[in-house]
């Protein structure tokens, strides 16, 4: 993160050293696995697309327990999760 816009527009600005968390291979296994989130014809997160970016995905949802989801109506999605990335971006 490099920086924080609040709503109210104050801005948190910060500079900080990367460190290297896997290796380019491992990298590059991952995004390929998970760019079929998003561009593949079955994928769970092919609504976050953006035409002309390359992008990669994870969706996700959350397991509640048997005696809560009862109350719950049937085919509801208690929380849904996407976190993506391109190149240059990742939210």
Sequence with gaps: INKIVQNNGVTHTYKSKGKRAMSPATA??????????MNSSNGSGT??????LYEAGKT???QYPDD??????AMSTMDS???GYTRNYSL
């Excluded at 590059?28 to 760019?35: E, S, V």
């Excluded at 609504?47 to 002309?52: E, F, M, N, Q, R």
């Excluded at 809560?68 to 109506?73: A, D, I």
């Design 28 to 37: 590059f296994m991952i995004t390929n696995m998970l760019k079929g989130v």
């Design 60 to 62: 996700g949802t959350t």
């Design 68 to 73: 809560y989801l009862n109350k719950v109506p």
């Design 81 to 83: 999760w996407f976190s």
């Design 47 to 52: 609504a976050a697309k953006i035409s002309g």
